[in-house]
């Protein structure tokens, strides 16, 4: 659980959206781990990358690992740094598949334009995470009775009425309203 | 003695310095009890005024004993007296002196020439703030020399009044005063105020004492809406409602009557458009403020209401929809505080008990700690809306 620091509009509270965030990147993490330890050979052959089966499978191993860490640990932030990490090696491994004559080239591509969407994700939920506080900041000081004034605003409005402004400080002549709306009843008469 | 001193931006270190002493036979030699840190230092702390020098020793709000007096101010202080400084120093004898326009005394400033350059006239002499204002030591020190000390005083009287009650007599409370009063507040009145820093919060009760029928209080930090709930202000968090939607509720859609701007020239920068062109000129220094407080009170006031600006601008701004602001008839006033205007009147408030102004007062420390406290006063830390410091 990492929480909101000083710099930010709620200081201190959980960062609940983030913390949702790292827990549903690692639930994706568990699911693409097992995807890749059971059907790594369908995977292959769909990427047109057969022979690396075995990566694969070691490939879902280290996600599921890295998931059951995001949702089993208190702080997920160096959990999703490994995702980032984790996330480059992918995408290396799959920029193999680009050379030569890859009959499944445009897979290659669409399964590299994903990882990069994902990675893009973990690097935001990473940042984000190593940004904030992981105690939660001092309580907020409570101001609510530095009024300043004997009674309560509401009875004190009004009390320096008595303040003349001086002449050049006040609103243009030509500028106030025609009928007064001042409780006295002082002030111009609305023209005939 | 000791004295906080301007090296560069975000570089203020208590050193020792040279006492100071009597130059002009109206000068005045003051020992500081007490002094605190405005929210315009954090504008040379920041780096944002021109015309500071390494050396300078900061402070524009202080308060202490009288130590010596030239022969001239003798007239008028002796040795003993427990004075208020104003931040501007005035000679109480020119043609704006004599109107009453303190902060734009022709005498004080001594670096007038520039000013005039910068301003096209002068305006006057301010302690430990540049030298576009006559390059005066400033007040966050054991002493000061007081120069025009006849005229540039506030005398508290022997009744009991702590420093912390009256500190605030030199600077902030006066000049929410002001802010309040050149809106020429109406009992239908909305005063909407941008920035609840320690000027805001005096703003607020200004405008409470002087009897509008709504405050409004606009800022970000939630210690700082806190305290101007406690003021008796409704509050906007810019961060999490519309500003501009909000004071349509409150006013039945046809804006406060009066706003004031109580935040100057390092407007935080949010994420609407103006703010981010602003910060972009700024930092290739092709516009010298961040003027989004200024749009967004002349987008929502009401036509012929009135702008009152406390805020300190230094230099250029861009993009001001001067357009609506005359044709909604808007008018304008602004400047630096003529402080003894209005000293004589709120210490009596003072005394009589109507405000007590040290409710601001969230830190106070040392003098050797000044330096750490301008930076949580800055990035506005551990609830801090005011700092004072105790040489």
Redo the contacts between chains.
């Keep these: 659980m990492r929480y909101e620091t000083e710099r930010t509009g709620r200081r201190g509270h959980p960062d609940s959206t983030t913390d949702a965030l790292a827990r549903g990147l690692g639930v994706f993490s568990i699911a693409l781990g097992l995807v890749e330890v059971v059907a790594a050979r369908s995977l292959t052959r769909a990427l047109g990358m057969q022979g690396n089966e075995t990566l694969v499978r070691l490939y879902g191993l280290r996600e599921i690992a890295k998931g059951v860490g995001i949702l089993a640990s208190n702080d997920p932030m160096p959990w999703m740094w490994g995702r980032v990490a984790g996330d480059a090696l992918d995408l290396a491994t799959l920029a193999t598949g680009l050379e030569g004559d890859n009959p499944k080239r445009d897979n290659v591509m669409l399964a590299l334009a994903s990882v990069a969407g994902v990675t893009a994700l973990d690097i935001y939920c990473a940042q984000t995470l190593s940004r904030e506080s992981p105690t939660p900041l001092p309580p907020m000081r409570d101001y609510s009775d530095r009024s300043g004034l004997p009674r309560p605003p509401k009875a004190m409005r009004g009390a320096a009425r008595d303040f003349e402004a001086p002449r050049d400080f006040r609103t243009p002549e030509a500028l106030r309203p025609w009928t007064s709306s001042r409780p006295d009843g002082a002030g111009r008469e609305q023209p005939a | 003695m000791k004295a906080l001193v301007w090296h560069k931006p975000s570089d203020i270190r208590c050193e020792e310095v040279p006492d100071p002493k009597i130059e002009h036979p109206r000068d005045a030699i003051i020992r500081v009890t007490t002094c605190a840190i405005c929210g315009s230092d954090l504008h040379l702390y920041n780096g944002y005024m021109p015309g500071m020098v390494n050396g300078d020793v900061v402070g524009h709000e202080f308060m202490g004993e009288v130590m010596e007096v030239g022969p001239e101010a003798k007239g008028a202080l002796k040795v003993g007296d427990r004075i208020v400084v104003p931040f501007t120093i005035f000679c109480g004898e020119c043609e704006q002196c004599r109107?009453?326009n303190f902060s734009v005394c022709e005498t004080t400033n001594r670096n007038r020439e520039v000013a005039a350059k910068a301003f096209g006239r002068t305006t006057a002499g301010l302690f430990g703030y540049t030298h576009l204002t006559g390059g005066y030591q400033g007040g966050q020190a054991e002493y000061v020399r007081v120069p025009f000390a006849d005229k540039t005083h506030i005398k508290v009287p022997k009744s009991g009044l702590t420093d912390e009650q009256v500190l605030f007599l030199g600077d902030i409370f006066p000049t929410g005063w002001q802010a309040a009063?050149?809106c020429?507040i109406?009992?239908?009145d909305t005063v909407a105020i941008w920035g609840a820093g320690p000027v805001g919060?005096m703003a607020i009760?200004?405008a409470?004492?002087?009897?509008?029928k709504q405050v409004v209080a606009i800022d970000?930090v939630?210690?700082r809406l806190?305290?101007a709930?406690?003021?008796?202000a409704v509050t906007i968090?810019f961060?999490?409602e519309s500003v501009i939607e909000r004071l349509d509720d409150l006013t039945s859609g046809k804006g406060p009557e009066k706003c004031i701007d109580c935040v100057g020239l390092e407007a935080h920068i949010t994420s609407h458009v103006d703010s981010m062109y602003d910060r972009v000129k700024q930092a290739v220094m092709a516009e010298s403020d961040r003027p989004h407080v200024l749009r967004e009170m002349i987008y929502v006031c009401r036509p012929?209401g009135?702008i009152s600006v406390p805020g300190v601008y230094g230099g250029l701004v861009d993009k001001i929809p001067f357009g609506a602001s005359m044709n909604k008839?808007l008018?304008w006033?602004m400047g630096q505080t003529h402080v003894n205007?209005w000293t004589d009147?709120l210490l009596r408030?003072i005394e009589e008990?109507?405000?007590?102004?040290?409710?601001?007062i969230?830190h106070t420390q040392p003098l050797e700690r000044g330096p750490e406290m301008y930076q949580t006063f800055r990035?506005?830390?551990?609830?801090c809306?005011k700092v004072v410091l105790k040489p």
Excluded: C, Y
């Excluded at chain 2, 709930?229 to 008796?232: D, S």
């Design positions: 109107r009453g009063v050149q020429d109406e009992p239908t919060q009760r200004s409470v004492l002087l009897g509008a970000r939630p210690e806190d305290m709930r406690a003021g008796g968090n961060e999490e012929a009135t008839g008018t006033r205007r009147d408030r008990g109507q405000i007590d102004p040290s409710f601001v969230t990035d506005k830390q551990d609830g809306i």
